[in-house]
């Protein structure tokens, strides 16, 4: 597999990556590159330049306030999941980025670059959505549920990069995953945290975009208990179908999955 | 061309190349070091994999110039003074592999687990072993091979 | 005495430069001034080629030549063959469409071939490839076997309905009989899932052309490099047969794909003479999903007809087989000769009758893939035995005792004789393993849980050793089936072994030493085995069909025999005793009532010395060759019971546990033969679990073109193995061995679906048992 050639850059800082990208005919940011390299692979992207945020030092950190965790857009996928931070104050955050992809992934892969890509089938999307995390990038902050607008889009502006993600600490969260029996990407994952706001359950996977599911949420605030939801089938209409499962079949896996994550909570 | 300057095996190196090449390729064709393989296309079969900065990665999904600056160990430079590493000893030992082209890879990976997990159970490794796939053996004998290098490299350290 | 090496867990010779990663795989090889190429392939399932425009390459910086089906005729090459006559059951011969390498006015398959660009570097001759322009007219397409002959596309003139031949094996009137009498009959219709082989080592070729000799010399991934010569000469006609090489470096798995002779390959050695410079090509792994050879793909109606007893009275079959667009090396035999021939099964059946259909499809050709045609035999046989089992109320171990054929030979109504066998030893030993007794514990302990356990049974059979020459040349085959073997001693006492036996994984360089080694008395690091080259081998047949131990080593040992018998000769003369007295025992040369004794090496060098014995009646050197063609085909056979638990929630079904009992007859290595067991069953459950080559029914495109859609089992789908052996050596050839490579993809597929059809309590399922499949059945809802 042979990329189409491109210009690359490895910028010091995030201000000189802006001005790079701002100068550039068809540029796109270089994260982990999990994603982005094997599509450009697959000749499915090529651009005229590659802008490596890998450098950024400043970027890759964790922090832990009171109530709220920081995480660099930076943070590969395999120091989120081993973080001694991450693991006590949103173990489910810890255990999901520990079944993303594979190991030699999770130590190239980042969270900002997940984000930013919004591929369906991503773990992050439903963590981000259901602890409703804000996204801070070079511009702005941007609320999860703003953030997330469709199939691999976002509210990102053209070369405006994530730099950090604020998760609120939940009072509990939990997280479970049925994964492509192929690709082990999610097929459908539910992210379900009570926080101070309420109950969010969030899933990815089982549509073309991370969704919340308001029913379940209603429910889980009355009483969060796996009980409380088993009765509760979103929708199969606007899902995703497919050779590995059908929307209803996903439909019915996003109840059992969130009575999974509940139970683990 | 972007020069990059990088150790390989524990040889310093510094060279130009394309932008485009990437880290899999930059090994087997510039340096000659064969040993670590593609499998795939698309970042999944892990034969590529080797080891940056002591981490298991997918020499496929990245390119050289993002090596820059990196200490890379392949398959050729696991073993140290003509006396092989320990997971190759248990690979051998435990008929680990059969037609060999996974292998590379899957040593690699295997010794990124035990640095990572000295004590992982069988049901741990399987699952670690996610982005490794071999057609050969059914995994049973690489998963004695990794269990028992464990215990092995435990027990040197 | 020494201990024999015969039946010892050697640690394999091949491992230290796989493990150190210096083997030596054909991308690994690079030649000086190699330009690099890149096939143009099908977008569409069928379409008529109108235009080829190059030109647009060709102004490609790097693009040296772009060639299509019209160079290849320009320059004499013929198609690709199908080396197997199968004849209809009206008398008339099979209806073969031409293959060419490069399409000619037509492609009819996705990733069919239609040209290839030549360029300094990859990336150019992909830049080149991508810049072809090809105007095609598209053509309605279709894909599923069922469909094929109903359908009102016509992929190759040549054959009407898409049908290749419709053969027929057995005695319909005997059989119709069976039924008539039958208490019972149990019916199942079965489809057996395309897969998609996936060696992990994708398909290689670097193509030399040397102007001064005339000597072409093809490096590649094969099973057969003699036969790819063979092939590439007498039909293709690329060179004649002694100005060209084919060399099968170290290759990464096979598992059938790798015995064909290809397109890419085909095009790479041609094109090495037209391009001026080595030629090389390595595919991506998509264009392994789409264009090696796949396996499977069978619709199947079978019948049993049984007395009240549960005895077996007849067994009919009806199977339609996918063979792709095009028909493959050895794809006509693969579901018939193959296939039919194992119905039997390890029971006495007095009546068989079962038709085949071949058809044409728009889709990857297929041929045989690891067990090829016997694993579709046993999924029915044993598909149809527990349900049978179920019907009749009968244990499903006691039914198949019931049924077992207990006297050797045993000639089937199929054309094969049994040589020898012990079913009950290998269902007794696999049920104490398994625990059996246990089962229904289990299961109520899973029941609490809310999981459902099921229990399956496969007692398989296979007909390995491929294959006596004149029994498969009565059935269509266009060569023997015999192997060769050379044994050179050097003089100081070393051995090389130059086998037609190929190995891609199967661990020969050990096993191969492990029997010379032991025979000539020497340590097993003086013995050398050289495999891949046609300049070094005299000839072979090549690996498949678990034949390399049967007939490959039979070969070794019958050539090691000679060596043996001349060296004792010599030795007589050196030390002057007559030749009845010379022993030949651990090593040593002695002569009985004297002292006088000499070492392997001492004679070895005395050979090639040549000072001591008549040269005019002993021709100095140490070397001896050996041709040898098996009596019988070997039958392999044993049980496997698989143990699931089914999670009702979501379908997901684990294997809890996978027991096999094998008899392989006798054993040389237990730890490379235990390895080829797991990776067996691992294919097996892949195939019951996972794996589905998919075609698209309206755009004919592969769907499971990628690791992202097609589901290769991985270390967490799979459980460890409980596997065991019992022995009943093969008389059939002089080391008593049956072979071993395909038991596990043979025997697993029916043992799970078995136990997966008990867990829900369902008579028909189909591979693969997704998870929404299973869910689905369990909640009533429709697929």
Redesign the interface.
């Known amino acids: ?8 850059h ?1 910028p010091k800082s995030l201000e000189d990556a802006v001005a790079l990208f701002g100068k550039s005919s068809d540029p796109r940011y ?1 994260a982990g ?2 994603t982005l ?2 599509t450009m ?3 499915l992207a090529a651009p005229s330049d ?1 802008i ?1 945020l ?1 450098g950024l030092s400043a970027l890759a950190f964790i922090r832990k306030s009171a109530d709220m965790l920081m995480i660099g857009a930076g943070t590969r996928h ?1 120091a989120v999941a ?1 973080s001694a931070d991450v693991k006590s104050a949103i173990p489910a955050l810890a255990y999901l980025a520990e079944g993303i ?5 999770r ?2 892969g980042t969270i900002g670059g997940s984000l930013a890509n919004n591929d369906p089938a991503a773990d992050y999307p439903a963590a981000v959505l259901g602890l409703g995390a804000t996204v801070k990038t070079t511009k702005r902050s941007i609320a999860a549920d703003e953030f997330f607008t469709g199939m691999f889009e976002t509210a990102l502006q053209d070369g405006e990069i994530v730099t950090e993600i604020a998760f609120p600490i939940p009072e509990k969260a939990g997280y479970a995953k ?1 994964p492509n ?4 990407y999610a097929m459908v994952g539910v992210f379900v945290a009570k926080v101070k706001t309420g109950v969010r359950v969030a899933v990815t996977g089982a549509g073309p975009c991370v969704f919340r599911v308001p029913q379940m949420e209603a429910a889980l605030a009355k009483d969060f208990s796996d009980g409380a939801i088993a009765n509760i089938k979103v929708a199969a209409d606007d899902l995703n179908s497919d ?4 929307r ?2 996903r439909a ?2 996003v109840t ?1 999955m969130a009575r999974r994550a509940v139970a683990g909570a | 061309m972007p020069k990059i300057e990088m150790r390989v095996n524990g040889k310093p190196i510094s060279v130009e190349t394309e932008a485009e090449t990437l880290l899999v390729h930059f090994l087997r064709d510039r340096l000659g070091l064969t040993g670590t393989h593609v499998g795939c296309d698309t970042g999944q079969c892990g034969a590529c994999t080797v080891h940056l900065n002591g981490e298991a990665v997918k020499s496929c999904t990245m390119f050289a110039v993002q090596a820059h600056g990196a200490e890379i160990t392949t398959i050729e430079g696991l073993a140290k003074n003509g006396k092989l590493h320990p997971m190759q000893e248990a690979f051998r030992e435990h008929h680990a592999l059969q037609c060999g082209f996974c292998t590379p890879g899957m040593i690699m990976a295997a010794v990124d687990i035990v640095r990572r997990k000295p004590n992982a159970d069988e049901k741990t490794i399987r699952q670690e072993l996610e982005g490794n796939i071999c057609r050969c053996t059914g995994y049973h004998n690489i998963v004695k091979a990794i269990a028992s290098a464990a215990a092995g490299m435990g027990a040197r350290s | 005495m020494t201990a024999s090496l015969i039946g010892r867990p050697v640690k394999r010779k091949e491992d230290r430069r796989f493990i150190t990663g210096t083997g030596h795989y054909t991308d690994d090889l690079s030649r000086p001034h190699q330009t690099h190429a890149v096939f143009v392939r099908s977008p569409h399932a069928h379409a008529k080629i109108r235009k080829i425009d190059a030109a647009p390459a060709l102004a490609l910086p790097g693009v040296i030549q772009v060639l299509t089906g019209e160079d290849l005729k320009a320059d004499n090459v013929q198609g690709l063959i199908c080396g197997w006559m199968i004849h209809s059951k009206d008398g008339s011969p099979m209806k073969a469409g031409g293959h060419p390498a490069l399409a000619l006015g037509k492609v009819r398959y996705v990733g069919d071939h239609v040209a290839v660009v030549i360029a300094e570097t990859p990336a150019a001759a992909k830049d080149g490839a991508e810049a072809v322009v090809v105007d095609y007219e598209e053509l309605p397409s279709v894909t599923s076997t069922g469909d094929a002959q109903s359908s009102s596309v016509q992929i190759h003139d040549e054959a009407p309905r898409n049908t290749v031949y419709q053969w027929a094996l057995g005695d319909e009137k005997a059989t119709g009989a069976a039924f008539a009498n039958a208490a019972q009959v149990v019916e199942l219709n079965l489809v057996n899932n395309r897969l998609i082989p996936n060696a992990m080592e994708p398909r290689a070729a670097l193509g030399e052309y040397d102007s001064g000799s005339g000597i072409y010399t093809l490096t590649t991934t094969s099973q057969n490099p003699h036969v790819a010569r063979l092939v590439l000469s007498a039909f293709v006609q690329i060179a004649p047969e002694h100005k060209l090489r084919v060399i099968a470096p170290d290759v990464g798995g096979g598992f059938g794909s790798k015995i064909f002779i290809y397109p890419e390959e085909t095009v790479c050695v041609w094109a090495a003479k037209r391009v001026g410079r080595p030629v090389k090509w390595t595919a991506e792994r998509g264009e392994s999903f789409l264009a090696d050879a796949h396996g499977r793909d069978h619709v199947t109606h079978g019948a049993l007809a049984l007395d009240k007893d549960g005895r077996v009275l007849g067994l009919r079959v009806k199977t339609t087989a996918n063979l792709g667009a095009y028909l493959s090396t050895f794809s006509s035999a693969v579901p018939t000769y193959l296939y039919a021939t194992l119905l039997s099964g390890q029971y006495n059946i007095p009546a068989i009758y079962a038709e085949v259909d071949a058809v044409y499809t728009n889709t990857a050709p297929v041929d045989a893939y690891r067990g090829a045609g016997r694993p579709e035999a046993t999924y029915v046989v044993e598909r149809l035995m527990e349900e049978a089992a179920r019907k009749l109320k009968l244990d499903p171990a006691e039914i198949r005792r019931r049924n077992f054929i207990r006297e050797f030979p045993h000639q089937t109504p199929v054309i094969l004789a049994y040589d020898i066998g012990d079913y009950d030893a290998s269902l007794k030993e696999a049920v104490k393993r398994a625990d059996v007794s246990g089962f229904a514990q289990r299961k109520a302990d899973a029941a609490k849980r809310d999981k459902k356990r099921g229990l399956g049974f496969s007692t398989y059979i296979e007909a390995c050793g491929l294959a006596p020459s004149a029994a498969v040349g009565s059935l269509g085959a266009g060569v023997g089936l015999w192997e060769s073997a050379e044994v050179r001693v050097n003089p100081t006492g070393s051995v090389e072994v130059l086998t037609g036996s190929h190995s891609h994984g199967q661990g020969h360089e050990t096993t191969f030493a492990q029997l010379v080694a032991d025979r000539l008395g020497i340590s097993i690091d003086q013995v050398e085995i050289v495999h891949g080259d046609t300049d070094k081998v005299q000839f072979g047949m090549g690996t498949y069909g678990s034949r390399s131990a049967a007939v490959g080593l039979s070969a070794i040992s019958l050539a090691t025999d000679k060596v043996i018998a001349k060296a004792k000769h010599i030795a007589a003369y050196v030390m002057e005793v007559p030749e009845d007295d010379v022993e030949f025992k651990d090593g040593e040369f002695a002569a009985v009532k004297t002292n006088k004794k000499m070492t392997f090496g001492e004679v070895a060098l005395a050979a090639y010395v040549g000072h001591k014995f008549p040269t005019d009646q002993i021709e100095p050197g140490l070397k001896e060759t050996s041709f040898y063609d098996p009596k019988n085909f070997t039958f392999p056979a044993g049980c496997h019971i698989c143990e699931v638990e089914i999670d009702p929630d979501t379908g997901v079904v684990e294997i809890v546990k996978f027991t096999a009992v094998d008899d392989f007859g006798t054993v040389i290595n237990p730890m490379i033969v235990e390895g080829q067991v797991h990776g067996g069953i691992a294919q097996g459950i892949g195939q019951a679990l996972l794996e589905h080559g998919v075609y698209d029914k309206e755009s004919g495109q592969l769907l499971t073109g990628s690791y992202m859609d097609y589901c290769m089992p991985r270390a967490d789908d799979l459980p460890s193995f409980e596997v065991g052996m019992t022995i009943t050596a093969c008389p059939s050839n002089p080391i008593g061995v049956k072979g071993c490579g395909e038991a596990g993809a043979i025997a697993a597929p029916a043992a799970v679906m078995n136990a997966i059809t008990d867990a829900l309590g369902v008579k028909e399922f189909d591979m693969p048992a997704t998870p929404e499949k299973v869910w689905r059945a369990l909640s009533g809802q429709r697929a």
């Open positions: 597999m042979y990329t189409k050639p491109f210009s690359y490895r270089l590159g999990q390299i094997p692979k697959q000749r590659l490596d890998g395999a081993t992809g594979d190991p030699a992934v130590h190239r049925f029996p192929a690709s082990r050779l590995h499962g059908s209803e079949y019915h896996l059992v």
